[in-house]
């Protein structure tokens, strides 16, 4: 009996030793796999590209640095508001007289329609047109929307 104790205690110790190997050659693979060398990407490309991107990201910011699908949120100044669809389009008319740089959008909100105007990036400069206006139109409002983004420069350098 004592010799069966003898092997078995043997038999345990060699199971241990073998286990004990094993992982520590399983420990060492992975340290060897996470210490693998990284290679390096050379990226040529054009230097006008880096031109392009700085111009659009400029052209579609907001103040806030807010961008949406190349249109960004800024501000507009509604000055007028009618359910007479002739009349609106008068007013408009007599806004693209006085201001003709400015785009002008009509919306149609059941039972109104509401003019629009400016795309302007900060609340100053959409106050600075309400001051304006605040004569010819009475009822000004500022109101925080996507705006279109601003035209580009399209016309080519003579620096090539």
């Known amino acids: 009996m004592a010799h069966l104790n003898l092997c078995a205690k043997k038999s345990i110790r060699l199971l241990l ?14 340290s060897s796999a996470q ?11 054009d230097p006008r590209i880096d031109t392009l991107i700085a111009h659009r990201l400029l052209a579609t910011k907001s ?7 190349g249109a960004a949120y800024g501000f507009r100044v509604q000055f007028f508001i009618s359910s007479d669809r002739n009349e609106i389009y008068a007013k408009q008319a007599a806004f693209n007289q006085m201001y003709p740089d400015l ?5 149609y909100q059941e039972p109104n329609y ?7 990036r900060s609340r100053l400069e959409a ?9 010819q ?12 983004p601003l035209k580009l420069d399209t016309t080519p350098d003579d620096k090539n």
């Open 103 to 107: 785009r002008t959008y009509i919306v």
């Open 63 to 69: 103040p806030a640095g807010k961008t949406v699908n």
């Open 17 to 30: 030793a073998w286990m004990l190997f094993l992982s520590v050659l399983f420990c060492a693979e992975i």
């Open 137 to 148: 139109f009475p009822t000004l409002f500022l109101v925080s929307e996507k705006i279109n």
């Open 114 to 120: 509401k003019i629009k105007a400016g795309d302007f």
């Open 35 to 45: 210490t693998q060398t990284r290679g390096e990407v050379e990226v040529i490309k």
């Open 127 to 135: 106050q600075k047109l309400m001051h304006d206006l605040r004569t």
